[in-house]
């Protein structure tokens, strides 16, 4: 197996990622089957669907206010894939920097992901973040 996915997951997987840094919410959506999945380290810490990517975002943003958070950035490096058929899992290793009300703390972690073939075309089922610090 080589160190990086097949090519559509690997651009999946960097458009959720590219989607959050840059809090473009139609691309971090655009990722994302129907039915998907997010399990996250903030209250109400599980989202089912449906439009759970979206009831994340909102949720994001209030948790965003509430903190005073002015900046997220995750940077990641990938770690286990595996695809069998018309599924696939892989984790990916992350160090995510937020600053809050003017102070920079980094959170490690890693990202877990599912995902399935919807018509050929490959979805993000479900995301779960896991902190390690």
Same mark, same amino acid.
């Given at each position: 197996? *080589? ?8 651009? &999946?997987? /960097?458009? #959720?990622?590219?989607?959050?840094? *840059?809090?473009?919410? /139609? &691309? ?25 990517? %979206?009831?994340? &975002?909102? =949720?994001? /943003?209030?948790? +965003? ?6 900046? /997220? #950035? &995750?940077? @990641? ?11 696939? @899992? ?15 703390? %980094? +959170? ?9 073939? #919807? ?5 993000? =089922? *479900?995301? %779960?973040?896991? +902190?390690?610090?």
């Amino acid at each position: 197996m *080589s160190s990086k996915p097949p090519a559509e997951i690997s651009a &999946l997987i /960097e458009n #959720h990622i590219n989607g959050f840094n *840059s809090q473009n919410n /139609e &691309l971090f959506v655009s990722v994302f089957s129907d039915t998907a999945i997010i399990i996250d380290g903030i209250a109400p810490y599980r989202w089912l669907n449906p439009n759970a990517p %979206a009831n994340w &975002l909102a =949720d994001v /943003e209030k948790w +965003r206010a509430d903190l005073g958070v002015t900046y /997220e #950035h &995750l940077s @990641y490096e990938m770690g286990f894939w595996n695809i069998e058929g018309a599924y696939a @899992y892989a984790v990916i290793s992350g160090t995510l920097s937020v600053t809050i009300k003017g102070q920079t703390v %980094a +959170r490690t972690g890693t990202l877990a992901y599912t995902f399935s073939k #919807h018509a050929d075309k490959w979805k993000i =089922d *479900s995301q %779960a973040w896991g +902190r390690t610090s």
